[in-house]
């Protein structure tokens, strides 16, 4: 029994030894394969640096030698990849290739590498084992040669190809098409345009001027105080400024509107309202003044030729217009110049911001009421109270004004108390400014306007035009008529407005002419006749005017001179005043 024992276990030791010998024969194998790749790595480099070395060196010489470059040849790098085998020596077993072939298109779908290796931090192909560096590659070029003996021919002169003459291709005449008879359409049908309403007597005709999209309404002073919001609302309007005027007793206020509606057409729709008494465009004024030119200190006494026209030298014994208030509707008066050091009394700006500094209209109607010193007025006693309504814009130069200005400026010249108001401007028919105007007559005052400077051919101008008002048209230095000046049965007497010297802004005087200037000469001269008699009745003074005038153009009134030529002298020697038949307009 102890014989196969012991053979079993000599055979189990004989196999342990042999398994044994069989690992340190592979532990063996594995140490020598690992050291002739390294051997091999490194006899490579050695390689390398040798070939380095070499291309340092110079071959030659007398610009001859080899070039060297290093190209950038990759050497086998140390991964797990079997080198590839060589076809000429050994071919790969078929189901080898098969299973290459199948893991490389297999890994086109496995799961991507991560870009950086854990192990080495860095960017890895295969495994994690550093890159080998790149294997370079010398690049030997030949030296060029050079032949000293060599002649280069001299370059040859290259014709270029001639160029053949194409022939033309015929061109094609193009088909004359012949015009389509069109049948013409049936004319559309007539259009019908609705009637537009009659607006009542205030709404005035559309060919005058007025300042766009604006309108003033007239209501009553005990109207509630939200009847303009809601005018506003209902008309589709922009509210811009209210206020009571005490003259005519009613609420003015002015509005703006939108669109390209009419101004006419908004203000009959509003007239048509009960809440309304009264609608229309806010029309435009300008001062009537021509053309002026500047005058010298030496001509200034002989210029004056009004003071000898009208015989203020003598009539200043008589009267002065002391005591007696004229108002000056007009662009303001410069207070600065010597000869007005002292003139105002009291003023008024009607425009409030709207506007730019004072015109030299304003300042030329003062001067020739109440000029001192180089110059003469003609009431240099009266008080003078200067509103300031007209003013110029950045598109328009000339000195305008309004329709809410001109009933604002009523208002304040008849709450101070004026018994002249002197108005040197024109515009369009004005039905407010007409009421206004009413008003002041019925309470004793005197309003005395231009005639207007537009010509023979010219409409009636306003306010001059209104029975309640003294039009004043101009002359010259040979009491002929103003060639500008407005003619009509409207016009009263005339006075000097041609060539007058008169007082400017900037302490200047110059030349100027217009029925405004011989406006402002009878509302001086209606002063004096006034502080001679004050009980004179205020109804009267027009007819007494003109039967105190000289006689001018045709015998008796006619449409251009009126009843004739002022004369202040003439109308304070009077013992007996004649009232004359008063001349219908």
Not at 384 to 394: D, N, Q
Not at 510 to 523: E, R
Not at 536 to 553: E, Q
Not at 560 to 569: K, N
Request: with cysteine; proline share 9%; glycine share 8%.
């Amino acid at each position: 029994m102890m014989k196969p024992i012991c053979c079993f276990r000599l055979l189990i030791a004989a196999t342990f030894m042999m398994v044994l010998a069989n690992g340190a024969q592979a532990a063996r194998h594995t140490e020598a394969r690992a050291h002739s790749s390294i051997e091999r790595d490194q006899r490579e480099v050695d390689k390398d640096q040798q070939l380095v070395r070499l291309a340092q060196i110079s071959i030659g010489g007398g610009g001859g030698g080899f070039q060297i470059g290093i190209g950038g040849y990759q050497g086998p790098s140390h991964s797990r990849r079997r080198p590839r085998y060589d076809r000429r020596k050994r071919l790969r077993p078929r189901h080898r290739q098969r299973a290459r072939d199948r893991r490389s298109r297999d890994r086109r779908h496995v799961r991507p590498r991560p870009d950086r290796c854990r192990r080495y931090g860095r960017r890895g192909g295969r495994g994690c084992r550093p890159r080998r560096p790149r294997r370079p590659v010398i690049v030997i070029t030949p030296p060029p040669i050079i032949d000293d003996d060599y002649e280069r021919d001299p370059p040859r002169r290259v014709r270029p190809p001639r160029k053949t003459a194409q022939p033309k291709r015929p061109t094609r005449k193009k088909p004359v098409r012949k015009p389509r008879q069109r049948i013409a359409a049936p004319p559309p049908p007539p259009r019908v345009i609705p009637p537009i309403p009659s607006p009542r007597p205030t709404a005035v005709a559309a060919d005058l001027d007025h300042w766009p999209n604006e309108i003033v309404v007239q209501l009553a002073t005990a109207s509630p105080p939200d009847t303009e919001d809601a005018l506003a609302q209902a008309y589709n309007l922009t509210f811009v400024v209210s206020e009571t005027n005490t003259l005519v007793d009613r609420r003015i206020v002015k509005y703006q509107f939108s669109g390209q509606r009419p101004a006419e057409a908004v203000a009959a729709t509003l007239t048509a309202d009960p809440r309304v008494f009264g609608a229309q465009p806010n029309w435009r004024y300008r001062v009537m003044q021509g053309a002026g030119t500047a005058g010298g200190a030496a001509s200034q006494a002989s210029m004056q030729y009004a003071v000898m026209k009208l015989g203020l030298g003598d009539a200043h014994v008589i009267a002065k217009g002391r005591g007696v208030k004229i108002a000056v509707i007009d662009s303001g008066v410069d207070r600065g110049h010597p000869a007005l050091a002292q003139a105002v009394s009291g003023s008024f700006d009607a425009v409030g911001r709207r506007g730019y500094d004072i015109g030299p209209h304003g300042t030329a109607i003062a001067g020739i009421l109440k000029a001192e010193g180089l110059l003469q007025g003609v009431a240099p006693s009266a008080e003078l109270l200067a509103v300031r309504a007209f003013f110029t814009t950045e598109k328009d130069a000339a000195e305008q004004s309004s329709t809410a200005i001109i009933m604002r400026s009523l208002d304040w010249a008849v709450r101070e108390k004026a018994r002249i108001i002197n108005m040197s401007f024109a515009g369009p028919p004005d039905p407010a400014v007409a009421d206004a105007i009413k008003a002041a007559r019925a309470k004793g005052v005197i309003l005395i306007a231009a005639a207007g400077n537009g010509g023979a051919d010219a409409k009636p101008a306003y306010p001059a035009a209104y029975e309640e008002v003294i039009a004043v048209t101009a002359t010259d230095t040979d009491d002929r008529l103003y060639d500008k000046a407005n003619r009509g049965p409207y016009i009263d007497v005339a006075a000097p407005g041609v060539d007058i010297f008169v007082v400017a802004p900037s302490k200047a005087y110059k030349h100027s002419s217009g029925t405004s200037l011989a406006a402002a000469h009878v509302s001086g001269i209606v002063a004096l006749l006034i502080e001679q008699d004050t009980s004179v009745d205020d109804t009267k003074v027009g007819a007494i005017l003109r039967g105190a005038s000289d006689d001018l153009g045709q015998p008796g009134p006619d449409k251009e001179f009126g009843a004739g030529r002022v004369d202040a002298l003439k109308l304070l020697q009077s013992s007996a005043v004649r009232v004359a038949k008063p001349a219908t307009k």
